[in-house]
């Protein structure tokens, strides 16, 4: 009966469309990676790539609830092809080091549905240019140290992206990654 009454609340109020999520701007990460190195499909029959996160940085948006500003010292990914689509499923672990000398762990799931662009970025073509914002999404987690307590919001809330391809003047490959906070019960 209360379900069905906030059912129906929540349906005039048009909340429940909306869903009762919202984003708070968090934090940019950019990584610089090689390119990706083929393992080939396995037997469970999914292709595999790996690819190695060089450089990069963790920066947080103006006034976002944890203020962060860190360097990437190496990330890497296990890359999963789904057989037939080519939707990429990544899944990345790294370090980071703040300005003041922290150094955390740093991980994120994402989803990349590669499109032409994308393909043209990843295979250096000749006409290759940075993408636009949605071949990918993503979700980032942290662990922080207990001696940084000021990066503990990093540790205790969910953080979702979207993701884009640069390519860098000179050749290389930056995945940016615009992340937001999870808000709920607004
Ligand atoms: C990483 O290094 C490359 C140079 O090889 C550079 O172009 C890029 O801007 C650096 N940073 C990131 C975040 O990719
Ligand atoms: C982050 O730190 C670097 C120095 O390591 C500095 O050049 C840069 O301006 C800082 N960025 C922000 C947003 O504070």
Not at 159 to 186: H, Q
């Amino acid at each position: 009966m209360l379900a069905y009454f906030l059912f129906a609340i929540t349906a005039v109020t048009g909340v429940l469309a909306a869903g009762p999520v919202e984003l708070e701007p968090a934090f940019t990460l950019r990584v610089g990676i090689e390119n990706p190195i083929p393992i080939g499909p396995v037997i469970q029959g999914y292709g595999m790539s790996y690819t190695v996160g060089r450089n990069g940085t963790i920066v947080s948006a103006p006034g976002a609830a944890v203020s962060v500003n860190a360097t990437i010292i190496a990330a890497n990914d296990i890359i999963h092809a789904d057989p037939g689509s080519g939707r990429l499923r990544l899944n990345v672990h790294g370090v980071a080091r703040t300005t003041s000398g922290t150094i955390f762990q740093f991980g994120y799931t994402g989803i990349a549905t590669p499109n032409e662009e994308f393909n043209k970025v990843l295979s250096h073509a000749p006409d290759a240019k940075s993408n636009e914002f949605g071949a990918i999404v993503s979700h980032h987690t942290f662990e922080i140290p207990v001696a940084a307590p000021e990066l503990a919001g990093l540790n205790n809330n969910l953080f979702v992206s979207a993701g884009r391809l640069l390519y860098n003047p000179d050749r290389s490959i930056t995945v940016e990654y615009v992340a937001s906070k999870v808000l709920t019960g607004k």
